[in-house]
């Protein structure tokens, strides 16, 4: 099993969620976050006075899945979450040793 979170900006959430519905995954999490990579933040004006802004909006999008549908779900979000301007984000791959569904008492496969 492998979890995949994708680091994305928040208004392609919807698409990103769409995209991975159509190639048949139920599952995800998502968390609202605050980063920024080399874009490093912006500055805005406020009443006339300039500031800069850090920390950027972010949503991460968790997901646990089998490793034969990790490359389907990467080239989904890589699609959807797409806008060719710095600051698309990012997608971690990792490995998941155990999956226990809490109410069930499932393992595994059968868990997620």
């Known amino acids: ?41 912006h500055t805005e004006l406020y009443r006339g006075a300039e500031y800069v802004v850090d920390f950027l909006p972010k949503v991460k999008i968790e997901i646990v899945l089998e ?15 797409q806008t060719g301007r710095i600051g698309d984000g990012k997608i971690f ?8 569904r809490i109410r069930t008492g499932e393992r595994g496969k059968d868990a997620i």
């Open 1 to 41: 099993m492998k979890k995949i979170e994708a680091i994305i900006k928040p208004f392609k959430l919807d698409e990103v969620k769409d995209a991975l519905h159509e190639i048949g995954l139920q599952g995800i999490t998502v968390t609202e976050a605050k980063g920024f990579g080399r874009q490093r933040g």
């Open 67 to 81: 490793e034969i549908q990790v490359e389907r779900a990467v080239e989904a979000i890589q699609q959807a979450a």
């Open 93 to 100: 791959i990792t490995s998941v040793e155990e999956v226990i």
